[in-house]
């Protein structure tokens, strides 16, 4: 018996269902996964608030660990009740990241440290950012926002140190 005759009428799908699934195939392992093309390694920080990292460094000295640019997600986990949207409440954690936290010894977070420029000052901004500070109030992290650059003793006293 012939295969046309097993397949009957369908000869011609199968056929080109064939030659897709090889060409996709093909396609699939020919590609690149990673390229210059598509990627690009950056800075951690921003010139800003690279200067402040270390300016903060100097105002923590070996108190403190630093932490920059934290995902929510690394420090704050989202316990299940039924009284929230348990989805919003993880994109909110997963989504947001902060300039830096600081920890204690034993890796606890104790302080976000929030370099403010101008991208802070519209309403929508300041909304996010009053939003923000309720979170880690929440979780018992203290949040200080800086517009300015602060002096290592200004660090220092605002963290109480």
């Known amino acids: 018996m012939a295969l046309a005759d097993v397949l009957g009428g369908n000869t011609a799908i199968v056929l080109v269902a064939c030659v897709v699934a090889v060409f996709v195939y093909f396609q699939l392992g020919n590609r690149k ?21 270390w300016r903060l460094k100097e105002a923590v000295r070996d108190d403190l660990v630093i932490a920059p640019q934290v995902v929510f997600g690394a ?70 926002r800086y517009k300015n650059m602060p002096v290592a003793a200004q660090i220092r006293k605002d963290l109480k140190l």
């Open 33 to 53: 996964k990673y390229s210059t093309k598509h990627y690009q390694c950056i800075p951690l920080l921003t010139e800003r608030e690279q200067e402040f990292f």
């Open 75 to 144: 420090f704050i986990k989202v316990k299940a009740t039924s009284l929230t949207d348990k989805n919003h409440d993880r994109h909110v954690v997963a989504h947001n990241r902060c300039d830096f936290l600081l920890c204690d010894k034993k890796l606890k977070p104790v302080a976000l440290v929030e370099v403010d420029d101008s991208t802070h000052n519209n309403f929508k901004a300041r909304s996010k950012d009053r939003r923000r500070d309720e979170l880690m109030k929440a979780v018992g992290v203290a949040v200080i």
